[in-house]
């Protein structure tokens, strides 16, 4: 099917899923919203996320997208069933796949979740791991002070290794061998995080399944673009172009020119 693959996040951070998107499925168009205005989600309350959450798919639905990715942990924590009982195409969020990594991965049992202050709050990666297997025990922290510094570009940081120390000295106490990057802008702290957790943690990163599980899925629903191209990719924010291109061109690997501000409001 030739029409495109919408996804969404509260900003650039879903830049980190769409990027292994456009690796793992490059036959597929995509249309991004980047819901730059009104970011961050991760400190909002269900009822406005999903209000956003809503507005969003509307808009997407207008570029006739076929399946959608709400490529946010937060707003997959406090949005999903909604939004998938809502409308008659595929959603799929990023929790659930990182959620399934960790416990295929864990062998000590013991798994730690890191992510927004909404995201932790919802103890929906709990629910899904113990949905899983009922024996894990979960730790959870919200590490509120990641999402800046990957903003500021403070990735290697002597700051941000501080920071990682003092959030995640927890998870080592507690022996976890899987941690979940449970947040769009983690995955591009994995290098420090690493440094910090050692070689026996491995570090599952969601954007990474949930492309994985998205192309599983259409592949089911025989949704998969047949065509062998040159794939568009087209982008929309509700604020601040400049600062979203030069993010994505850190993150994508190929570089964005035209990016749309819409009237998220109004939809
Ligand atoms: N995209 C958000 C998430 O993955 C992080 C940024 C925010 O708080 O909006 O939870």
Redesign the pocket.
């Known amino acids: 099917m030739n029409s495109p693959i919408g996804l969404f996040?509260?900003?650039v951070?879903?830049l980190t899923v769409a990027r292994e998107i456009m690796r793992q499925l490059p036959n597929e168009d995509l249309v991004y919203f980047g819901d730059t205005a009104r970011?961050?989600?991760?400190?909002k309350s269900k009822q406005t996320v999903l209000k956003y959450s809503r507005q969003i798919v509307r808009f997407l639905r207008t570029k006739d997208v076929k399946a959608i990715v709400i490529a946010?942990?937060?707003a997959s924590a406090l949005a999903l069933d909604e939004i998938a009982a809502e409308i008659d195409i595929p959603v799929i969020g990023v929790v659930k796949p990182g959620a399934k990594m960790a416990v295929e991965t864990t062998k000590t049992g013991n798994i730690g979740i890191i992510?927004?202050e909404s995201?932790i709050k919802s103890g929906i990666y709990n629910d899904y791991i113990r949905e899983l297997n009922p024996d894990i025990t979960v730790v959870s922290k919200a590490c509120p002070l990641f999402?800046p510094l990957v903003e500021e570009g403070l990735l290697e940081d002597r700051v941000t290794e501080d920071i990682v120390a003092r959030y995640l000295q927890e998870m080592k106490e507690y022996k976890v061998d899987s941690l979940v990057l449970g947040?769009?802008?983690y995955p591009l702290l994995r290098n420090t995080i690493k440094r910090f957790m050692g070689d026996g943690v491995r570090l599952v990163n969601p954007a990474f399944e949930t492309a994985k599980s998205l192309k599983e899925l259409l592949g089911e629903q025989g949704l998969l673009n047949p065509n062998r191209h040159k794939p568009e990719y087209e982008y929309f924010v509700s604020d601040g172009v400049d600062k979203f291109i030069s993010f994505a061109d850190s993150v994508l690997p190929i570089h964005v020119n035209d990016t749309k501000v819409i009237d998220i409001e109004s939809y």
Request: with cysteine; hydrophobic share 10%; proline share 5%.
């Open positions: 996040d509260s900003g951070g879903g970011v961050p989600y991760g400190s946010c942990n937060t992510g927004t995201t999402v947040c769009t802008h």
